[in-house]
């Protein structure tokens, strides 16, 4: 799901980019924020940093007196992705495994659909290993897949989610690319 956040944050700007014009400083705090918004990567309350969509609010900055650079309080609003229970998204395999798939899902590199979860498809060992269904449709790697999610972790340590999906329902599966 794709959320529309409001955030406050501290943008710190080297006094060597202060430069005698407005719009200098603002463009430096713009890609400070940038920066420092693609670094942080995801939270667990609020998901996976996308974008910064708009600078709402540039505060007085302070001069930090040990490093010279100048902190200036900002409040941007931007977009963020979180996978949530009984969501239904689209992603595509990158790991076939005797006992399931991996798919990527937009910036959720780890979505996991055990074969149980798979209702009809029968594993197919092989230098490319598949799951196949009587109807005779695939999922392989770089397979599109339509699934439910089950279940969501978030990962401390790695700053990222990881799922539990499901192809139990109607309309889900593999896409087909016509």
């Known amino acids: 799901m794709f959320l529309k956040v409001e955030l406050p944050w501290n943008v710190m700007i080297p006094a060597a980019n202060m430069g005698e014009k407005g719009l200098m400083l603002k463009r430096s705090i713009m890609t400070q924020l940038l920066d420092a918004f693609t670094a942080k990567k995801a939270t667990k309350e ?32 931007g977009i963020t992705f979180k996978i949530s229970q009984g969501e239904i ?15 990527k899902c ?16 029968k594993y197919i060992p092989g230098e490319n290993p598949i799951f196949m269904d009587e109807k005779m449709s695939r999922i392989q790697v770089e397979t599109r897949v339509r699934f439910v999610v089950i279940g ?6 790695e700053k990222e ?4 999906a499901s192809l139990e329902g109607d309309y889900l599966g593999p896409i087909s690319e016509e």
């Open 152 to 157: 969501a972790r978030w990962m401390e340590v």
């Open 161 to 164: 989610f990881q799922a539990l």
């Open 89 to 103: 998204l689209e992603g595509v395999v990158h790991r076939v495994l005797k006992q399931g798939v991996f798919l």
């Open 46 to 77: 609020l998901g996976y940093y996308l974008g910064v969509t708009s600078l709402n609010k540039i505060g007085q900055g302070k001069i930090r007196e040990h490093t010279g650079e100048v902190m200036f309080p900002v409040v941007f609003t």
């Open 106 to 121: 937009g910036p959720v590199e780890n979505v996991y659909i055990h074969c149980l979860k798979m209702p009809d498809y």
